[in-house]
């Protein structure tokens, strides 16, 4: 399957993880409606709405640029609007922008905590509500959530409650709404990196460990999401996938071309946040059993 012809509708698609997402998809010479805040230079955050286009439109695909501030209502509906007059129909929704703030319950202020939830949880949400009634008339719809599994553990709480609460938020949608838009054939999924992901975003609120981090680059989220928007939406539905692990299943065995410091060791990488027990000892069984066929 492939993506091509097909609109996405991608929040926070200006850098990053999002416009790696599109780029990908406009290798396949997709349509891409990339919603998010930043039309203006920011030197501390490279990228803009315009500057993503046009790396779309090189890569292969169409590009839309919309300045959208997905915490407010009528901005998501101009926007989802003007997405279907533009390009005739939306085929995907990938929730990807998000607000993330590493800090205690005492050190996190009001603002910031409702800045994250109204991001995270609300945006995800408000985005998927609106996008619904197009996506249940396309062909193979997805929704996929940039969010983690819902690993209940303390020790993913109490370091910051106020980012996990709000990240879990956009997984919750994910549980939620899978089961609510399966008799409407829409597939909605979660992807989750294994590893730090090099962004702009990571190096502002993980800054004091840029030197010693190692990480991966945005790629390895675009093609595992590749993956999962070009799976049946009928039968691919309510997961919550792990980039390495998902990719590894579909037969990659190659992860040192998505390393952000090249020759870095598998064991030598910086997990994310949120991981789930089960899935590492699923990956780490995999990675044991391809490293012994690649010596037979």
């Known amino acids: 399957m492939s993506l091509r012809g097909k609109v996405l509708f991608i929040t926070g698609a200006s850098r990053g993880i999002g416009k790696a997402i599109a780029l990908r998809a406009a290798r ?60 005739g129909k939306i085929d995907i929704v990938i929730n990807n922008a998000s607000a993330i703030s590493l800090g205690g319950t005492e050190s996190t202020d009001v603002k910031r905590y409702d800045l994250m939830h109204s991001i995270n949880g609300r945006g995800t949400w408000m985005v998927s509500k609106y996008a619904v009634e197009h996506l249940k008339r396309a062909e193979n719809p997805h929704i996929l959530n940039i969010s983690p599994p819902l ?3 303390e020790r993913w709480f109490s370091p910051f409650p106020a980012y996990t609460i709000a990240k879990y938020n956009m997984s919750l949608c994910v549980l939620g709404m899978a ?9 909605v999924n979660a992807l989750w990196p294994l590893t730090m992901i090099e962004t702009a975003a990571l190096r502002i ?47 990659v065995t190659n992860f040192e071309k998505y390393n952000n410091t090249p020759g870095t060791a598998l064991e030598d990488l910086t997990p994310d946040f949120f991981l789930d027990a089960k899935q590492l000892e699923e990956l780490d069984a995999l990675r044991v059993k391809q490293r012994e066929s690649a010596r037979l």
């Open 28 to 87: 396949d010479g997709a349509y891409v409606a990339i919603a998010a805040k930043t039309a203006d230079p920011n030197p501390k955050l490279p990228g803009t709405i315009f500057s993503a286009a046009k790396e779309i439109e090189v890569a292969g695909g169409k590009a839309l640029p919309i300045q959208c501030d997905i915490r407010e209502e009528e901005q998501v509906r101009k926007a989802i609007d003007l997405t279907v007059k533009t390009f």
């Open 151 to 153: 690993s209940m553990e």
């Open 179 to 187: 089961g609510e838009f399966r008799p409407l054939g829409v597939a």
């Open 205 to 251: 609120a993980d800054g004091a460990n840029a030197e010693t981090r190692r990480s991966r680059t945005p790629e390895i989220m675009a093609d595992a999401a590749y993956h999962v928007l070009t799976q049946d939406a009928s039968t691919f539905s309510g997961n919550f996938c792990l980039d390495e692990l998902l990719l590894r299943k579909s037969g």
